[in-house]
């Protein structure tokens, strides 16, 4: 720290009271034994622990080699399992047990046996197609596919006649019948005058099919409008 007046004066000490000591409630001088630890007749390890001497260990009495094996064998119904251990390896002077070989070739006979096998006896009529009831018969999926296209049709029909009942005859008004007229008039006017421009020589087929052509439109045209002008219903159809 840093030098200051303060530290010139020393600080008082304070000095803190110590608690008081524990002390015991039960003499020094009862023994163990007497406490019975809540039980009328204590009983082993009901008390502070076994008797002095039982429980110290003997240095003389350590653990040697194979003791538990020896122990395992001398004890009958211990919960320990004896270890089952495998068979020694055989020594080298030891021969292993040879049967006699036999003579009898087992590929050959084996195959001849399987070349001689006859199959069992069957029932034929269980196998032959022929023999079956459904033999020539129309199945049955053929016959409810056909039956529904026949359903299909007759649907199919009967809207169509129902469309034709619906698409009756129906008279054409005097006003569509005007305006048809002058539709007619004006094409006419038009391929009139495309066909006035055509040249006086006709030299060259193309003009004279040509020629032809207007000819036929114009008469067409003509035709129809003499129709409607001469006629004074008419009734549309369909188709």
Same mark, same amino acid.
Request: aromatic share 8%; hydrophobic share 35%; charged share 30%.
């Given at each position: 720290?840093?030098?200051?007046?303060?530290? %010139?004066?020393?600080?008082?000490?304070?000095?803190?009271?110590?608690?008081?000591?524990?002390?015991?409630?039960?003499?020094?001088?009862? +023994?163990?034994? =007497?406490? #019975?630890?809540? !039980? &009328?007749?204590?009983?082993?390890?009901?008390?502070?622990? !076994?008797?002095?001497? /039982?429980? $110290?260990? +003997?240095? @003389?009495?350590?653990?040697? *080699?194979?003791?538990?094996?020896? /122990?395992?064998?001398?004890?009958?119904?211990?919960?320990?399992?004896?270890?089952?251990?495998?068979?020694?390896?055989?020594?080298? @002077?030891?021969?292993?047990?040879?049967?006699? &070989?036999?003579?009898?070739?087992?590929?050959? !006979?084996? *195959?001849? #046996?399987?070349? +001689?096998?006859?199959?069992?006896?069957?029932?034929?009529?269980?196998? %032959?197609? /022929?023999?079956?009831?459904?033999? $020539?018969?129309?199945?049955?999926?053929?016959?409810?596919?056909?039956?529904?296209?026949?359903? #299909?049709? @007759? &649907?199919?029909? *009967?809207?169509?006649? @129902?469309?034709?009942?619906?698409?009756? *005859?129906?008279?054409?008004?005097?006003?569509?019948?005007?305006?048809?007229?002058?539709?007619?008039?004006?094409? %006419?006017?038009?391929? +009139?005058? =495309?066909?006035?421009?055509?040249?006086?020589?006709? =030299?060259?087929?193309?003009?004279? &099919?040509?020629?032809?052509?207007?000819?036929?439109?114009?008469?067409?045209? #003509?035709?129809?409008?003499?129709?409607?002008?001469?006629?004074?219903?008419?009734?549309? /159809?369909? $188709?």
């Amino acid at each position: 720290m840093d030098e200051s007046i303060y530290q %010139w004066v020393p600080d008082p000490e304070i000095h803190t009271p110590k608690a008081p000591l524990y002390h015991s409630k039960h003499k020094g001088t009862t +023994n163990p034994k =007497d406490f #019975e630890m809540g !039980l &009328k007749q204590p009983s082993l390890f009901a008390t502070m622990g !076994l008797a002095s001497g /039982t429980i $110290g260990i +003997n240095p @003389a009495a350590y653990q040697r *080699a194979h003791t538990l094996e020896s /122990t395992l064998n001398r004890c009958p119904g211990s919960k320990w399992v004896k270890m089952v251990r495998k068979d020694p390896v055989p020594l080298r @002077a030891e021969r292993p047990v040879v049967h006699e &070989k036999s003579s009898k070739d087992f590929v050959t !006979l084996n *195959a001849l #046996e399987t070349i +001689n096998a006859r199959p069992p006896p069957v029932d034929q009529s269980e196998y %032959w197609y /022929t023999s079956k009831p459904s033999f $020539g018969k129309v199945p049955g999926y053929l016959k409810r596919t056909k039956r529904e296209i026949a359903e #299909e049709r @007759a &649907k199919m029909d *009967a809207y169509l006649a @129902a469309q034709e009942q619906e698409e009756q *005859a129906r008279e054409l008004p005097q006003e569509e019948k005007e305006l048809l007229v002058r539709l007619l008039k004006t094409k %006419w006017q038009q391929l +009139n005058s =495309d066909f006035l421009k055509l040249p006086f020589s006709l =030299d060259t087929p193309s003009k004279k &099919k040509r020629k032809e052509l207007y000819e036929a439109q114009l008469q067409q045209i #003509e035709k129809d409008i003499w129709l409607l002008q001469r006629s004074q219903k008419l009734v549309i /159809t369909a $188709g």
